[in-house]
């Protein structure tokens, strides 16, 4: 689905706009925690070598939510052990579409019920990759002459005017300012420090702030 309109600008240009809404329209509660593996450097790596041996590389998708804040776009961001922060999304299973995958893990991450609950998923932003299980993810497919280990895709998703969030325990769901992620990539990590720029093509539209 289509979730951004063209509207010219005072200087004749056609803009992308993407409409969002204040963070006060939002109610947030919580719901029982989601289990982590507690597991080595040296596990996690012969886990996911395992994983692509049977399944081939490892596709993951995310979500870029934003919100109005002081008269500001903030991201929604998922918080986890105090110094992880994390875009909601996650792996897509076997012969999953990008936009189904999403949606299911919006829902599982975001909401109460994982069955009703809609999500409005837009247009691809950023595509990154990793070329090995341990390196750093890169915006462009490395020339390393390996097959990619993992793919992670940003898309684009609109809130509707307001909602209910229902947030596992164990993760805290913060509102981060987009100017607080330009050039802070040692604290959010190259992915999301890098979605301002993804968005500097979009017109955001901060509706009744």
């Known amino acids: 689905m289509e979730i951004m309109n063209g509207r010219l600008n005072n200087g004749g240009n056609l803009n992308l706009v993407f409409d969002i809404?204040?963070?006060?329209n939002y109610y947030f509660s919580s719901k029982p925690g989601v289990s982590s593996k507690e597991e080595t450097l040296g596990d996690r790596a012969r886990r996911l070598k395992s994983n692509y041996d049977v399944h081939g590389m490892r596709t993951y998708v995310e979500a870029v939510i934003l919100v109005e804040l002081f008269k500001h776009p903030h991201l929604l961001l998922l918080q986890a052990k105090n110094c992880?922060?994390?875009?909601p999304g996650g792996r897509l299973r076997p012969g999953e579409s990008d936009v189904d995958g999403l949606k299911r893990k919006l829902s599982t991450k975001l909401?109460?019920?994982?069955?009703?609950?809609?999500?409005?998923v837009g247009e691809c932003i950023g595509t990154w990759w990793k070329s090995d299980f341990e390196t750093l993810p890169f915006p462009y497919l490395p020339s390393s002459g390996n097959n990619p280990k993992e793919c992670t895709k940003l898309y684009l998703v609109k809130l509707p005017s307001s909602r209910d969030f229902v947030v596992p325990k164990n993760l805290k769901l913060l509102a981060v300012p987009m100017c607080q992620?330009?050039?802070s990539r040692k604290t959010y990590g190259p992915i999301i420090s890098g979605i301002p720029q993804l968005l500097s093509r979009f017109a955001i539209n901060m509706?009744?702030?």
Request: aromatic share 12%.
């Open 111 to 120: 909401s109460a019920d994982e069955t009703q609950c809609q999500w409005e």
């Open 181 to 183: 992620l330009h050039e």
């Open 84 to 87: 992880i922060y994390k875009l």
């Open 21 to 24: 809404y204040p963070l006060s």
């Open 207 to 209: 509706v009744g702030s």
